[in-house]
């Protein structure tokens, strides 16, 4: 009850207001994609989306709802950045207890997805994903990854997760960026402390979590016009 009171008002006013506007200011020197956020991503920092505003729960098969443990349990502090080659972004994700991602099953392991509207008109949807990987398991085929560089690594420790990635202006849209552009994007940061992906962060809605909960629920439609809306800057 105690966390439906603080996330009411959240949901009504989300559902009268125009999608949030971040900034992303431009690169002088692109940034390493390795994990590692001290080359130069300090100064794009775009928002922080901890809980439990933007913080969705789902039910397991016998109808109970998972629990939030606090920014500890899960909390992430979002980057945006460009230059001319690349969008970028970066999510360092606070979590106490991470759970390698297994593919073979969707409903277990932590992982982020992401999806970009770079038109602003909900056609040619760029999305793709990210997660540690169990080292015995067998790589993806580079055939089925999303153009571009990713990259998720455990801090050192054991806190959580970073998140980053660069996609290229040419995956995206023609004409390349320039200040003053304006384009969409979600995020999706699931997190599974052993009893499955049981509650996510969301950057904003519009964005589909059906398929984390095994108890199933009405289908949920992908609203790019409700995402949030990034706007390039100096």
Not at 26 to 48: K, T
Request: aromatic content about 8%.
């Amino acid at each position: 009850p105690e966390f439906e009171a603080r996330c009411r008002p959240w949901i009504e006013q989300r559902e009268i207001e125009e999608p949030r506007l971040i900034l992303a200011r431009r690169f002088r020197s692109p940034p390493g994609i390795d994990g590692d956020l001290r080359d130069g991503w300090a100064e794009h920092l775009s928002r922080d989306a901890q809980g439990p505003m933007d913080l969705r729960r789902f039910r397991d098969r016998s109808g109970r709802a998972a629990t939030w443990g606090g920014d500890v349990d899960l909390a992430v502090r979002l980057y945006v950045g460009w230059d001319e080659d690349y969008l970028y972004f970066a999510a360092d994700v606070d979590d106490q207890k991470q759970v390698i991602y297994n593919e073979e099953d969707p409903w277990r392991g932590d992982l982020l997805l992401f999806v970009l509207d770079a038109r602003g008109d909900g056609r040619d949807l760029f999305d793709g994903g990210m997660a540690i990987q169990n080292p015995r398991a067998r790589p993806p085929d580079p055939a089925s990854l999303p153009p571009g560089d990713y990259a998720a690594r455990r801090r050192p420790d054991d806190t959580g997760t970073v998140y980053e990635g660069a996609i290229p202006w040419s995956a995206l849209r023609q004409g390349g960026p320039a200040p003053g552009l304006l384009l969409r994007m979600n995020l999706l940061i699931g997190d599974d402390d052993g009893e499955g992906t049981r509650k996510a962060l969301l950057l904003g809605p519009g964005m589909p979590a059906r398929r984390f909960q095994p108890s199933g629920g009405p289908p949920e439609r992908l609203e790019p016009e409700l995402f949030p809306k990034i706007k390039l800057v100096e």
